[in-house]
T-cell receptor
């Protein structure tokens, strides 16, 4: 099983749609979880951290299920500017050699007018 | 001005050549990282440094070396470039003090390297 797996994509959705991305991780000792956004030919940028209680930032909602080792990102009322690749990122436990970030391959989203 | 800069932004080189990619940051962060990104693969960590005297291998360090010349500078060298090192290379910085386990990594704009 790969360390961080994401929906294969690409997702092509109309403006205004709600879209959900899923991600699973293999290391049950993972401690921190993030969604990064990467525009075409640009650097990744943090979109939001993911907390156990779930968290929301405007149109974006992130959820974490530690028991299932599953992370999700929900985007409501999609905008053209949301078109990008979304990277699921996981950090392991300190001192285990896995403290660094592990990135998923990313899911590409295209929002269509 | 960008907080994390990388030079060059694009580079074409030949097999066997030694090249250096440079990264500078004005964020005052202690931690710096080098990643590579290949089509269809996630970012993979090459080397990282938690301070000037600390260098650690990442997932794919073979064929690469690094130098942390100062807190603000972290360079990546390919001693003898080979075609499968063709990739997009990103430098990143972070500061543990800013958020504990939620520390954010800030990426440079990337260097596109083509090895012929």
């Amino acid at each position: 099983r790969k360390e961080v797996e994401q929906d294969p994509g690409p997702f092509n959705v109309p403006e205004g749609a709600t879209v959900a991305f899923n991600c699973t991780y293999s290391n049950s000792a993972s401690q921190s979880f993030f969604w990064y956004r990467q525009d075409c030919r640009k650097e990744p940028k943090l979109l939001m951290s993911v907390y156990s209680s779930g968290n929301e930032d405007g149109r974006f909602t992130a959820q974490l299920n530690r028991a299932s080792q599953y992370i999700s990102l929900l985007i409501r009322d999609s905008k053209l500017s949301d078109s990008a690749t979304y990277l699921c990122v996981v950090r392991g436990a300190p001192g285990a050699g896995s403290y660094q970030l592990t990135f998923g391959k990313g899911t590409k989203l295209s929002v269509i007018p | 001005d960008a907080d994390v800069t990388q030079t060059p932004r694009n580079r074409i080189t030949k097999t066997g050549k030694r090249i250096m990619l440079e990264c500078s940051q004005t964020k005052g962060h202690d931690r710096m990282y080098w990643y590579r990104q290949d089509p269809g693969l996630g970012l993979r960590l090459i080397y990282y440094s938690f301070d000037v005297k600390d260098i650690n291998k990442g997932e794919i360090s073979d064929g690469y070396s690094v130098s942390r010349q100062a807190q603000a500078k972290f360079s990546l060298s390919l001693e003898s470039a080979i075609p499968n090192q063709t990739a997009l290379y990103f430098c990143a910085t972070s500061d543990l003090k800013s958020g504990g386990s939620q520390e954010t990594q800030y990426f440079g704009p990337g260097t596109r390297l083509l090895v012929l």
